[in-house]
């Protein structure tokens, strides 16, 4: 998304289909191994894509190599070890896949012999197509985001602030490419909105946070 001051901020809205990659682990081990190979979409599928499906898990395992571990595997000592992974600390995909295969490696040091799960329980490795909608929506000036933000879908709010960070190679949100595009105007806002964790908030409290950073920059009241 390249951006000017005389372009407006077209709104998309996404959905992620999950599609299988017909990979399986029954223990840690194999997924260990099956992490090695399998495609970098899978790894963000199994970060990410719980943002846009219900889930009805312990919100303390956000991703879905802890929820597991923790479920069906019932090593608690993982699974929290796991949790606490924030992948947008890492700069691409495959450093968080490293990240992974580390501390698989490390505990199956730990432990003896690493527990099979039921055939039924077995981690499912599903890879993830993000679909793109054009809304129609076009946010004019940059004060229009403080209207326009709180009002948008989950989809948008994920679109535009977490998948953006791996689409663009600037590593940022769309948000911002936009506001570059004017100059050095909104660099304060830039570095509000890059202050904001876009891991460990649901994407209603993401959409919250994002408006109520607009709303208080440009002095309006938060919808």
Known sequence: MNHNSST?????????????????????????????????????????????????????????????????????????????????????????????????????????WPALVSPDAQFHFIRSQIVVFDTGRLVESPEGLAESVPHMSLGSVFYHFIDARHRLTTGQNDFSTWLNGFGEAYRDLCTQIASIDPYFATLSELRANLGLVFSEYFGRPAS
């Not at 090695?36 to 219900?54: A, K, M, N, V």
């Not at 070890?81 to 505990?107: C, K, M, N, V």
């Open 8 to 112: 407006a901020f077209a709104v998309k809205d996404c959905a992620l289909v999950a599609i299988a990659t017909g990979q399986k682990a029954q223990d840690l081990r194999e997924l260990r191994d099956k992490l090695i190979t399998i495609p970098e979409g899978s790894i963000y599928y199994h970060f990410w894509g719980g943002r846009l499906r219900p889930r009805f898990d312990d919100p303390q395992y956000i991703n879905d190599f802890a929820t597991w571990t923790h479920y069906q595997v019932h090593d608690d000592t993982l699974a929290e070890r796991l949790a606490i992974i924030t992948p947008t600390d890492f700069q691409d995909l495959e450093s968080l896949r490293h990240e992974l295969i580390e501390i698989l490696e490390q505990r199956l040091d730990e432990i003896q």
